[in-house]
């Protein structure tokens, strides 16, 4: 590793997402001679009917500046611009040949293929072995490619399963994501991982990777170097290279989350959270769904029960309380029927309480663009047996508790279909559910922030604890890191960045209890 890793200091990281090609897999050889086969045999008849000197494409030099990253598209017309040479850029459905752009990239992946049925693709042992422990440790880990041939190596290989998301140059195309060096491709693959650019590393061995990372805003872009193109690297935005995986130690980076097998109990550490919130007002955040009462597949079969009611009664003596959800506030209101608290549906947009009440303006003037997706989802998913489409005032929720896999399949594609359609909205999950909702800078951790904000006005030595049990409550957690207390109720499929977990709703009833003895200990 250079020394210039140096200057980088230790970063708390959420995940990771790696580039395929050069970095995961040998492909970038394959690859690289695929272009050299196709571009040495047009240039040498260019060369002849222009009467011209034939200079062949250079790997070190012309496949890493103009190919190597980009979409194959993109990178062809570049190398040709490169070579003053301007062709039509024709048509993708081009057939293979060499008379416009896409022909061109087009013979190069037919030549790709035959070249990977004839040698196989081998694997970086060293970045298996590195993921693997990664996501072990709880990181979540996403693999992004500019190839359309992404899933068909993974296949190949058998690492489909290694990686939490997958983003490849079909999924570009299909959510009109443009090429590197732009970054959208990486922010694309951070969002479906529901993590912050600011709290994920990028590893790329592309220089047009680099720069997209370091446009991307990411906490760490490594680049990778298995070419000795380290400089190149340097200068195009990476904060470290390395040419092994094994470089990458605990001095650099660990993870931020964990899985909840490696949370402490909150029971077990009560002494602690009594410590941590002791001569302070608390501020108590409740989930609803997973935390306050079981999951149900009926979203309206979920019953909050009256002992559950009674402890948030007592807290509410000696604490402040907040009921926030993803559901419909006044849903939630009348299911939990306490007055007095802060209420926050539709994960955080719409909040109500003693003497406030707020909703993001960028959320209200999503509205419309709602009420037409709402139409769009009826029209195609109402009748599809085993979902439940429920609307609400910021979302539309898609539960899928009750359907089997292939509906589950169908659903997705519909949904990215839709949401393609309509700028401004986003496609979320969650625990059996999906849900399209504004494309804003808002979610439960801001929320929780603003709510906080509200009520430190009367107590500014507050201290705020959060319950929440599915991927949107990491919002909150990631919120509360440095300056609450984050407990994870039951898990979900990823790691957390909660403080402390516990397993159930009995155990929130168990934690409750216990917290409002401990405050009442302090009047």
Request: glycine fraction near 8%.
């Amino acid at each position: 590793m250079a020394n210039k890793s140096a200057l980088v200091s230790k970063a708390f990281l959420d995940a990771v997402i790696l580039d395929l090609d050069g970095v995961i897999t040998r492909t970038a050889k394959v690859h690289a001679n695929a272009w050299k086969q196709v571009f040495d045999e047009f240039l040498l008849k260019w060369s002849k009917d222009n009467q011209e000197p034939f200079y062949p494409l250079n790997i070190r030099g012309d496949y890493f500046q103009y190919l190597d990253g980009r979409p194959r598209y993109d990178g062809a017309q570049a190398f040709l611009l490169s070579r003053n040479i301007h062709l039509p850029f024709g048509n993708p459905s081009d057939l293979p040949g060499d008379s416009t752009v896409c022909s061109i990239a087009n013979k190069k992946n037919e030549t790709f293929h035959a070249l990977i049925r004839s040698g196989g693709v081998e694997v970086y042992e060293d970045t298996i072995k590195k993921v693997k422990q990664w996501r072990k440790s709880g990181l979540r880990t996403a693999v992004i490619s500019a190839s359309k041939n992404c899933n068909t190596i993974l296949g190949v290989t058998g690492l489909t399963g290694l990686f939490d998301v997958i983003v490849d140059g079909i999924a570009a195309e299909h959510n009109n994501l443009k090429g590197k060096p732009a970054p959208d491709i990486f922010l694309f693959a951070a969002a479906s991982l529901y993590v912050k650019p600011s709290l994920t590393a990028i590893f790329e061995d592309a220089i047009a990777g680099v720069a997209a990372g370091r446009k991307g805003g990411f906490r760490l872009v490594i680049g990778v170097s298995r070419n000795d193109h380290e400089e190149e690297l340097y200068k195009n935005g990476a904060d470290i290279v390395i040419s092994s995986f094994d470089e990458i130690t605990d001095s650099i980076f660990e993870p931020r989350i964990r899985m909840p097998s490696e949370i402490p109990s909150a029971l077990n550490e009560i002494s602690n959270i009594a410590n941590a919130v002791k001569n302070k007002e608390v501020l108590l955040f409740l989930d609803y769904d997973g935390t306050l009462t079981p999951i149900v597949n009926r979203p309206q079969d979920a019953q909050f029960s009256q002992q559950m009611r009674q402890i948030i009664l007592e807290l509410m003596k000696n604490s402040s309380v907040a009921v926030i959800s993803g559901r419909e506030r006044t849903d939630v209101e009348k299911l939990v029927n306490i007055d007095n608290i802060f209420y926050a549906g539709s994960h955080g947009m719409d909040i109500r309480g003693p003497g406030i009440s707020m909703s993001p303006e960028t959320a209200i003037n999503s509205i419309p663009l709602l009420n037409k997706a709402e139409k769009e989802v009826r029209s195609r998913l109402e009748n599809v047996s085993g979902l439940i489409i429920e609307r609400k005032k910021f979302s539309i929720a898609i539960h899928y508790r009750l359907a089997d896999q292939d509906t589950i399949d169908i659903t997705i594609n519909i949904l990215d279909e839709i949401v393609t359609g309509l700028k401004g909205l986003k496609k979320t999950s969650g625990k059996k559910v999906f849900e399209i909702r504004p494309d804003i800078d808002w979610d439960k951790g801001k929320a929780v922030n603003w709510i906080s904000k509200q009520i430190s006005k009367d107590y500014p030595n507050s201290i705020a604890v959060y319950i929440g049990d599915d991927i949107t409550d990491e919002d909150a957690f990631n919120e509360l890191k440095e300056s609450g207390i984050g407990i994870l109720a039951g898990s979900h499929k990823h790691g957390s960045s909660a403080k402390y977990h516990l397993v159930d709703v009995e155990q929130v009833y168990v934690f409750l209890s216990d917290l409002n003895k401990i405050l009442k200990g302090f009047k």
